[in-house]
């Protein structure tokens, strides 16, 4: 016998229950099989049935001994996997008649159609043509959007009027987590409604450590004001060395410091001049013999104003 369902629970098959005896699963009750005219009456009572198990004691398969007597959603979890123990064997026999070389591949291709045709034509119990069109415009809609944000805001349009059943039926890569995000995308924003984008700076350095740093290098250690009514600072030292002194002082006060070359960025920021002369004789220019230079010329002066005289 060819496989050609899922394995279904091998515990309790139909073979193992007696044709004399009541057999009862959950709520239901199978009917008792005491003799041969019994049987007419209750299970055989149907000649559709009776050519069925004609057929199957042909296939050398157990016969149906009985239907189900409610319905299939009610029924016991054992009484299910009999049933579709009893089905499989069934369809298997009809389809080893059909194609005795190849039966899986029929079954194969037989599913294949039908779940391409109910793809394509998509009926909803209770769901009128119009409506179906338009859900399958949503559909549409939904699986063409590249982005995960923008799928929510056209999920959000319909999460709160049909259930996550119903919306499987036509998009069925919809997932729990995605029909529950879209339902809330719709309360707290709106139906369809997009996010503003939210401006986010990552701060790497952390602010104690930044701050503890910048009041080193604007300490009178590091710096020099220049005279008043010149906006700019002098520091008399290079980022270098003034990098290695912070090393120490952090070292000696046991601070967590920065590395070597983001203090060498934060310096690079902070602009500022470095100075050049000589202490004691111009602090502020670039040039140390300028004071040199006014003695001379007033020197000249004096003696040109002697000779004159």
């Given amino acids: 016998m060819c496989s050609l369902f899922r394995q279904v629970d091998e515990q309790g098959s139909d073979s193992d229950i007696p044709a004399t005896c009541a057999v009862t699963f959950g709520d239901e009750a199978l009917p008792e099989e005491d003799s041969e005219e019994s049987d007419e009456g209750s299970s055989l009572d149907n000649e559709s049935q009776v050519q069925l198990n004609r057929f199957l ?151 104690v450590k930044l701050e503890h740093f910048v009041s080193f290098i604007t300490s009178p250690r590091v710096i020099q004001d220049v005279p008043s009514f010149t906006p700019n600072v002098i520091r008399t030292m290079i980022p270098e060395r003034i990098v290695q002194q912070y090393q120490q002082y952090c070292c000696e006060t046991n601070f967590e410091l920065m590395s070597m070359r983001t203090l060498q960025r934060v310096l690079a920021v902070c602009s500022s001049s470095v100075r050049k002369s000589l202490q004691g004789l111009d602090n502020f220019s670039a040039s140390g013999v300028e004071a040199f230079d006014a003695v001379e010329k007033l020197v000249d002066k004096l003696v040109d104003c002697r000779s004159s005289a």
Wanted: a positive charge; glycine letters at 2%; hydrophobic letters at 35%.
């Fill in 57 to 207: 004691h042909l296939r050398d398969v157990i016969p149906v001994r009985h239907t189900l007597s409610v319905p299939w959603n009610t029924a016991h979890e054992r009484t299910k996997r009999i049933y579709l123990r009893k089905a499989q064997q069934c369809i298997s026999a009809m389809l080893d008649v059909l194609v005795q070389e190849n039966s899986q591949g029929l079954w194969t291709e037989l599913c294949d159609r039908h779940a391409v045709c109910s793809e394509s034509q998509v009926v909803v119990k209770g769901i009128s043509e119009k409506e179906t069109e338009l859900l399958n415009a949503f559909a549409e809609s939904y699986l063409n959007a590249q982005h995960c944000s923008t799928r929510r805001q056209i999920f959000s349009l319909m999460a709160d009027k049909s259930s996550l059943k119903e919306m499987r039926e036509f998009i069925q890569t919809v997932t729990s987590y995605r029909y529950s995000i879209a339902r809330r995308h719709r309360m707290i924003h709106g139906r369809a409604a997009t996010l503003p984008n939210q401006e986010k700076r990552r701060m790497r350095i952390e602010p």
